[in-house]
């Protein structure tokens, strides 16, 4: 018998484990901590923005609504003050009769106009109306103090047509109801409408309305 024992197969060395290669890039806890810090800077500049413009918004909307205000406040426009005469009650009286308007601030015009002194509105057919009262009643550049400076004569025939015309009572009644209303019409219809329809003249004032018989003086 041979002494040599039987060949046994050698067993073979493990193979080695092969290193995971390592992936490039950052880690995820870190990549999550950038995103994170992107979209709370995105979220910060929007609500930066949206802070900045909000104000400029309601700035704007506030300085309207105080122009809108201011045209719709109510001024007073003295149109005359002087004696008519009415013969009504079968006797002459004259009347001192003092008239005011109410019209409102976008209306009005250059006030300044209607003090003691000023100088003469500019006429009316300067600016195409054909000198007719119509035409220079739709000037749209011209407001209430300026047509009532250059159209005086007119607006105090018209008034003193009304009051030589009116009934004795209409002097008498508490408030004068009936005279202001025909006078408050005939005011309306010579000063027409603004572009948007509505009245340039609001209401009228009559403060003083004295009267006494000619033959006691005037």
Known sequence: MSDKAPDKKEAAPAPEAKAEPKKGGLPMKTIGMIVGLLVAEGAGIYLLMSMMGKPSEVKATELHEDHDAEGEKLVELPVLSERFTNTSSGRLFVWDLELL????????????????????????DDHGGGGGEKGAAHEPSIGVAEELKARVAEIRT????????AQHPYFTEPGRETLTRQILEYLQEVFKQDPQGEQRIQAVLIPKCLGFPSDFGG
């Open 101 to 124: 308007v109410k019209v409102k601030t976008k209306h009005a015009g250059d006030v300044s106009v209607l003090a003691k002194g000023a100088k003469e509105a500019p006429k009316k």
């Open 158 to 165: 018209g008034i003193g047509t009304i009051v030589a015309s």
